[in-house]
């Protein structure tokens, strides 16, 4: 396919953590990439039918394995900080998401070339979420544990549901992309590419202009949304464990979404419609990609019916009007 084929056929996919690592599964690296296997089938399938795309990812229970494991080694090897870890499974997962996709090319017989590339992501340092931590990774404590934790390293660490006590990190909204040039020249050259994992990996400007990373860790699919809007994409794709957004969910006045408009989305959004720790990202993340130009144009959906939703046939569609 030309590199030149139209914005309007290049999307920014952002694969949700059931397109890695299905629920149940103990996470092992076999389960992940049967999971990954499947989850590349229609993304082929996009790929023949003429479509361009980026692949971003979510990582919130790698990174989690990563802090566990760098715990429970703490008195053997340096403990990781949570900006190596974002860095770490940019790699890791792009490297399980790259060959996944090679492999499933061979097999339908076509071929593009792929580059995994590990993407810092500018945040502000003065952000006031930094001072509200509200993303909680990694293991659950006891209240004991918690209490030494807090006082040995002086993190913030809170009671999670009732069913422990766990860190909580900050998590800044992302401002730019570092490589985005560079982004936009591989694309440029007919590369697909899987950037932006987990959000990225956190860093801010200090005075001098150099850059320097920050243990917190962004929301994938605003970044998402940032890095649609840096390569002029004009579809952004959230895959999600379902097929369709719904508003009033879990009551008996509970209503699947195929079409929303701008004004529609905003509106129930703020009302409420989208909480903070599930939908309420994607939606802000949908929001500001519509009001970035109004041909653009949002996806929501599950990896299933991937395909028959960037074609309008399924999940939900999130347009300017």
Not at 41 to 58: A, K, Q
Not at 145 to 171: I, P
Request: net charge negative; with cysteine; charged share 20%.
């Amino acid at each position: 396919m030309p590199a030149d084929n139209g914005k309007e056929r290049l999307a920014v996919i952002a694969l949700g953590g059931n397109s890695i690592r299905d629920k149940g599964q103990r996470g092992t690296i076999a389960e992940q990439f049967a999971s990954t296997r499947r989850s590349m089938e229609p993304v082929v399938e996009l790929l023949e039918r003429e479509y361009n795309f980026i692949l971003t990812h979510g990582n919130g229970p790698q990174v989690g394995d990563l802090m566990l494991q760098s715990e429970l080694a703490r008195s053997e090897v340096p403990e990781i900080p949570l900006g190596i870890a974002d860095a770490m499974t940019c790699g890791s997962m792009g490297y399980m998401i790259e060959q996944s996709l090679q492999n499933v090319m061979i097999r339908h017989g076509i071929w593009r070339h792929i580059v995994t590339l590990p993407a810092q992501i500018i945040v502000d340092r003065y952000d006031p979420s930094m001072e509200n931590p509200s993303k909680p990774i990694g293991p659950f404590y006891t209240q004991e544990q918690a209490e030494q934790l807090v006082r040995e390293k002086g993190w913030v660490v809170k009671e999670d549901a009732n069913r422990g006590y766990r860190r909580y990190v900050a998590s800044p909204y992302p401002i730019d992309i570092v490589e985005k040039d560079a982004i936009n020249h591989l694309l440029d050259d007919g590369y697909l590419l899987i950037t932006g994992g987990g959000g990225g990996i956190p860093v801010y400007y200090e005075e001098d202009g150099t850059i320097e990373g920050v243990d917190c860790v962004i929301d994938k699919d605003l970044a998402s949304m940032k890095l649609a809007i840096a390569v002029g994409a004009r579809m952004l794709v959230i895959i999600t464990g379902v097929p369709q957004v719904t508003v009033h969910f879990g009551t008996p006045q509970e209503k699947p979404l195929a079409r929303l408009t701008l004004a529609q989305a905003r509106h129930y959004y703020q009302q409420g419609e989208f909480p903070p720790g599930s939908m309420g990202p994607k939606m802000m993340a949908a929001i500001e990609f519509i009001q970035a130009h109004p041909q653009n144009r949002v996806i929501i959906t599950d990896v299933a019916n991937l395909v028959e939703a960037v074609e309008g046939r399924a999940g939900t569609q999130i347009v300017a009007y």
